[in-house]
């Protein structure tokens, strides 16, 4: 059985469980779809407000069954956090650290072998592990922390059903990890408007300039159709609402406390729109990546569990 049939057939017996959790609310919302709905899990997605970061995840992933659901006890797991900056964790441009360490917590509570967490970042690593606070967060909570500085990291892969991309360097732990778990941070991108969950793979591909020189948000929206992350967080306590994606200074930055999560890369980033009060059909890559089915971006169609957490 792979991990996606263990995935299918593994969670039933978590559902009456997830549902009695704290916040879960309007399971039975009519989704109106023309095909019966077949989701194992509780909820599509969940929305998560007043909290710390580490406790917005604790609730998120409570109502969703716990960490059990997505990974089985021996696995492998990949954390891609945003690390992309020489930046600290005010000017909020990295994902927080508080909410990787407790991701963490949770996968080896539920028997993961390894967590490795890892970004190809855009100014020097070392640089950006250590003034992020990612790293000594991630090493503390006993996951190991390798580099995607040099291209050794990266294997050649095939994308089939695409228009611009065609082969990418991936990074291996993307093609050797059993679960992905995509952590960005949702923030304002001068080129995107917004950047969350989609763009913030690009951080798992060695030849990103090829992407900015043939139709950026055409190729975000197409990535996904090699791999699409097990479940996607983003983190939106602290969000860069000017100046993205690197930022000036905390005047850019604008307390949100707020999570999202969804295994759907695509309904998650259209949540994160509404946080820049735009609809997700505005968002070039998110369109793309409806089209190619890797998603679903009609909100009202999803069953949403909003939890308030204070």
């Known amino acids: 059985m792979d991990r996606r049939d263990f995935i299918k057939k593994g969670l ?116 950006c592990y250590a003034s992020s606070g990612i790293e000594k967060a991630a090493n503390d909570a006993g996951a190991k922390v390798v580099g995607g500085n040099t291209e050794n990291y990266y294997q050649n892969v095939t994308i089939t ?65 090699y791999r699409k992350p097990d479940l996607n967080i983003v983190d939106a306590y602290a969000v860069m609402k000017r100046n993205g994606p690197r930022g000036v200074s905390a005047a850019d930055v604008e307390k949100m406390k707020s999570l999202v999560l969804s295994t759907d890369i695509v309904a998650a980033d259209a949540a994160a729109t509404k946080f820049f009060g735009k609809e997700p059909n505005e968002i070039k890559y998110l369109k793309v990546a409806s089209e190619l089915k890797l998603g679903n971006m009609n909100l009202d169609q999803l069953r949403v569990n909003r939890i308030k957490a204070a």
């Open 161 to 225: 059903g695409t228009k611009i991309l065609k082969t990418v360097k991936v990074h291996e732990l993307i093609l050797q990890s059993d679960v992905f778990i995509n952590v960005p941070i949702l923030k304002n991108h001068t080129s995107c408007k917004v950047t969350a969950g989609l763009k913030n793979l690009m951080g798992t591909v060695w030849d990103r300039q090829y992407w900015h020189g043939n139709d950026l948000q055409q190729c975000i929206g197409e990535f996904p159709m």
């Open 12 to 127: 039933v017996s978590g559902i009456a469980a997830g549902a009695a959790t704290m916040g879960v609310f309007n399971i039975n919302k009519a989704l109106g779809l023309s095909e019966p709905y077949t989701s194992t899990l509780p909820w599509d997605l969940v929305a998560v407000r007043g909290g710390e970061p580490g406790a917005m995840f604790d609730m998120a992933i409570a109502s969703m069954g716990g960490m059990k659901q997505f990974l089985k006890k021996g696995q492998t797991v990949v954390l891609k956090p945003n690390i992309g900056w020489d930046s600290t964790v005010e000017k909020a441009g990295n994902t927080n650290p508080q909410l990787i360490s407790t991701i963490i917590k949770h996968c080896f509570d539920a028997g993961a072998k390894n967590v490795y967490v890892f970004d190809h970042t855009c100014d020097n690593w070392t640089k």
